[in-house]
């Protein structure tokens, strides 16, 4: 018997507000992966394109258990270099896929797409139908593999956000079985991966 999955989605004034003294939710998505049927659906906006930013380490962990660069919870363990993002403190030493997916690590996230390369990370992106599925980066820069879902080419809309997640949820996506059961492994994604 199937569980009934809800996907939450919920973009706010982080996105779309030019400040963070006019905090309003721009959209939130309430959708019944079950059924597909929509619970709740607030905000104008959940039909444009905006960056994926973090949302996209889920792709990525996918991108990464199926080809093959992430091995299990804790490898591989790459260690922190100088040059690397380091917004955060945490960033700033070894990190595993664990770490990685709970912390929001970009350095990592950058390497595993360096490691893919363009042409199979374009791949995916296009596979997984991920919106816009742009991951050239900014125009004129050679940046995709490590700019592209941040700020930058690669746009989704909550709207197709769900509809991702409704597949991956279902296991409908172009990847191993190994792939699905890491990334559900190795995160609280808030949605449960069954088959």
């Not at 706010?12 to 959708?31: G, W």
């Not at 990464?64 to 363990?77: F, T």
């Not at 950058?110 to 596979?127: D, I």
Request: aromatic content about 10%; hydrophobic content about 40%; overall charge negative.
């Amino acid at each position: 018997m199937k569980r009934r999955i809800i996907h939450v989605l919920a973009v706010s004034e982080l996105l779309f507000c030019a400040s963070l003294s006019h905090a309003e939710t721009s959209c939130l998505l309430l959708e019944d992966a079950a059924s597909t049927k929509i619970l709740k659906q607030e905000g104008a906006v959940c039909d444009q394109r905006i960056t994926p930013a973090s949302t996209f380490k889920l792709d990525l962990a996918l991108m990464g258990y199926d080809a093959g660069y992430l091995v299990d919870e804790h490898l591989p363990q790459l260690p922190f270099h100088e040059g690397y993002a380091d917004w955060m403190p945490n960033w700033k030493q070894p990190v595993d896929p664990a770490a990685w997916l709970r912390d929001s690590v970009v350095w990592y996230s950058q390497r595993l797409t360096e490691w893919l390369g363009m042409e199979r990370f374009q791949r995916y992106a296009g596979a997984f139908h991920y919106g816009n599925a742009d991951v050239s980066g900014d125009k004129g820069k050679n940046n995709g593999l490590t700019r592209a879902w941040l700020s930058s080419s690669l746009r989704i809309s909550p709207l197709e956000q769900a509809a991702f997640l409704r597949k991956l949820a279902r296991r409908e996506l172009s990847v191993s079985a190994c792939a699905f059961d890491m990334t559900e492994r190795i995160g609280d994604m808030g949605v449960s991966i069954s088959g």
